[in-house]
């Protein structure tokens, strides 16, 4: 089964790696990171590298797609090659996923028009501008298509797949593996939960490299 | 406020990618990955590798070590280069910390005799022979040493250090930057909660590559 995972400039590390942890342990994946050229990819802020092991014209099919997100995604929206080799994907996959600002890439691709998909919450604009309906789940299933909310959610996701994909005790057993017992100090994961001044600096920017996603 | 991790073969990338992810927010936060040579690092079972922009030798000093874990830290627990650069790192941080099996290599060199401390569940007789005491918490400090348990936990210990370094306020905003409002479909996430199945399952092996800490 493999399962390819996308690099592009400026992409969001988590959003890839979370679910990443999870899938390597289903008894039958092959996991690879692919790029428009092979070696390492940058995030934002270039702190982190992942290496890309194949180029797009490598794989031309997999079981499993999924397309991580990150402040790198609205410059693709318009990339021919890589919309290209999306829908090339998702013409044979077993499941189509997305994580955070991913699902904007499925969505530019004509993947998502006329469906429910979710995506990171400050996002909302743009993936409903491709014709998708934002719905804010934390992960949400249309069929093939399995779209996840802003870069942590992947891992949710994840869990889910790798039950449908195997089985539930499998899916608990990768859970127990990587001991994913959440405990989150605090109670601000979402627009709905985080207090006000929390959202007040946010959007005044934490950082130079912003906007975030 | 540089911030160090070090990456070795075999190393977990969640480890190190999930407090990545929350401390580069940090307004003055640099981060740099670290190993005994620069390049790409790769982790078990190859797909993923992290590129070190930095060799130990190249640093020394930082405010805060972060110490991943993952299968190849076993192999390490003699290595007295490692040891001897994050016993430099402790001697002028702010804060020591560990993600998972990475509290093995503090206990190796020494950081963590006398002290409480938690890693994977899986490793706790390892870390129990350098003279710490296990505590099945998430999240242990103990002065400016910080543990974190096996893999996922390093999200936790990150906005637990965020909001320590910087304020709540800073945290909560960066856990709605991530969206890390956490929804695992399944309850397996510790040996207290996983269902006999799932246990009985891990403990034969999901993969080739196991065992998996």
């Not at 992942?50 to 318009?78: H, K, M």
């Not at 028009?113 to 919450?121: C, E, I, M, N, R």
């Not at 790798?162 to 994961?189: K, N, S, V």
Request: with cysteine; aromatic share 8%.
């Amino acid at each position: 089964m493999r399962i390819a995972i996308p690099l592009f400039d400026r992409f969001t590390a988590l959003d890839a790696v979370g679910p990443y942890e999870v899938l390597k342990f289903l008894p039958e994946a092959e996991i690879v990171f692919v790029a428009a050229e092979s070696g390492p990819v940058r995030d934002v802020p270039t702190w982190l590298a992942i290496t890309a092991d194949a180029t797009f014209n490598d794989v031309g099919s997999c079981d499993v797609l999924l397309v991580p997100g990150g402040p790198g995604s609205r410059a693709l929206l318009g990339d021919d090659q890589l919309l290209a080799w999306i829908r090339r994907m998702h013409q044979e996959s077993t499941w189509t996923t997305s994580v955070c600002t991913g699902s904007l890439l499925l969505a530019a691709a004509g993947l998502l028009t006329g469906l429910s998909a979710t995506t990171h919450w400050a996002a909302v604009d743009v993936l409903e501008s491709f014709g998708a309906t934002y719905t804010p789940d934390r992960v949400v299933f249309q069929g093939k298509i399995v779209t996840a909310a802003g870069v942590s959610s992947g891992i949710d996701m994840a869990l889910e797949l790798a039950a449908r994909i195997a089985d539930q005790t499998t899916a608990e057993a990768i859970q127990l593996a990587i001991e994913y017992d959440p405990q989150p100090p605090f109670d601000a994961g979402s627009l709905a939960k985080a207090p006000q001044p929390a959202k007040d600096l946010l959007s005044k920017g934490l950082r130079r490299f912003e906007r975030t996603q």
